[in-house]
Each structure stands twice: as C-alpha cells, then as structure tokens.
C-alpha cells in the first residue's frame, strides 16, 4: 500500500518569503501526486498534479511541484508567500486498490503567513 | 456552475443517537466518494459510488455506517448508532470520471462531533 507523509503540521512564514511545504511518499508502482488546499469554510481544491512527463508542475496561484524519484518527494514551493495563502494544504498520491482510485492523502500542512 | 455541497456542515450528537449526512455533488458526475478525517489525522477514503451502485466500500470502519445514493444524484451516509471515535469531518467529492490522475471535486466537509 502507498503512504504519503507530510513533515510539519504547521508551518509559519513571512509574508513575501519563499513558501516550501514538504511531501513524501512511498510507492512500489510510478505515482500519481496531487496537492490540494483547503481555505477556510472551503472544499479541498487542486492545487496541481503530477502524473507523467516533466517534473515540474506548475499550478494555480503560483505554487509548483518537483517530482524527484530519487528521493521520493513532491514538495511545493512558491516563491513569495501572500497572506491569501493561508489555509491548510494535503498532499495526496491516487492509489489503484479494491477496483477503485482512491486518494491517499498525508495529515495536512497549515500554513500560516505572517505580516 | 455550483460546487459539492454538503449538509449540515455541524452536526453535534449524543452517543448512540443516529446521524445523516448528505452530499449533493456536481450535476453529472457518476463517481461520488466519502472521505473522513479524524482530528489531527489524514483525511481517510471510505466508499465510491458509480452512479447509484457501491464501486468500493473498503474504507467504511464498520457495519454502522451505511451510504445510499438513490437514483445516482445525491448520496446520505448514515451512522447508527453513534460513538464517540466517529467524530470528524467528513468530505464528499465527485469526479466525472474515476481514473488515476482524475480531479475530484470537494465539498467543504460536514464536522461531526459525537459527546
């Protein structure tokens, strides 16, 4: 069975500063990766996803991904942090199991963004 | 065009009561799924609908929960009688269509607490 990990339940950073949320997965087969990011009184909304070709993703608000094999992680980045993205963000890898894909998804990081 | 929703967003309960959580998702998606995230864990899937039929129902803790979706539009996930450990949030999502690297779309999550 495939496991995500994600380091930091709560990360804080400066407004301005680099934003970089970290995703670790374990998978015996290629994996599909996905962040998501939950706003306040919000569902989960994709943020980007991964699944074959260049490894680096670029997604919705200027947030991206690196797909690094090597060292099986989909961290994401965004060079300047806004106070808008403060939320709570999930990394997630899509699992073939039981005749379904399904997400498997990590416990979630909170950013916090700091004036 | 209007997003997963899902009723009520709090729902707080005794123990052993019953509860009734519903999701109406995006008009003419098939798949319809359940998550559940218990405080502080991963967000943890529990069942897939294909239009009204149970694709995979692996993720369901127990023989109290049960999910209906009549007719293939709306779903009720029911849990009978309640106890203290099925307090969380539980999410709905949708998807047009059910492979690997699909998006599946969030509903904002009803929080449960069971006292």
């Known amino acids: 069975a495939q496991s995500v990990t994600q380091l930091g339940s709560h990360v804080s950073v400066s407004e301005g500063a680099l934003v970089l949320l970290r995703c670790n997965y374990s998978?015996?087969?290629?994996?599909?990766l996905f962040w998501y990011v939950q706003y306040p009184n919000q569902g989960l909304q994709l943020l980007l996803k991964?699944?074959?070709?260049?490894?680096l993703v670029k997604g919705i608000n200027g947030f991206e991904a690196e797909f690094k094999k090597s060292e099986t992680s989909f961290h994401l980045t965004k060079p300047s942090a806004h106070m808008s993205d403060a939320a709570e963000y999930f990394c997630?890898?899509?699992?073939?199991?039981?005749?379904?894909?399904?997400?498997?998804f990590g416990t979630g990081t909170r950013l916090k963004v700091l004036a | 065009e209007a997003g997963v929703t899902q009723f009520p967003s709090h729902s707080v309960i005794e123990k052993g009561q019953t509860v009734t959580l519903r999701c109406d998702p995006i008009?003419?998606?098939?798949?319809l799924y359940w998550y559940r995230r218990v405080m502080g864990k991963e967000i943890k899937f529990l069942l897939h609908f294909v239009k009204e039929s149970k694709q995979d129902e692996s993720g369901m803790p127990n023989n109290r929960f049960l999910a209906e979706r009549t007719g293939g539009t709306y779903s009720t996930l029911k849990v009978q009688p309640a106890e203290l450990e099925d307090s969380g949030v539980y999410f709905c999502?949708?998807?047009?269509?059910?492979?690997?690297?699909?998006?599946?779309?969030f509903g904002p999550g009803t929080r449960l607490t069971v006292l």
């Open positions: 008009s003419g998606h098939d798949n």
């Open positions: 998978s015996s087969v290629p994996p599909y």
């Open positions: 991964y699944t074959t070709g260049a490894t």
């Open positions: 999502a949708s998807s047009p269509l059910a492979g690997v690297y699909n998006e599946q779309f």
């Open positions: 997630a890898v899509s699992e073939w199991t039981s005749g379904t894909y399904k997400y498997i």
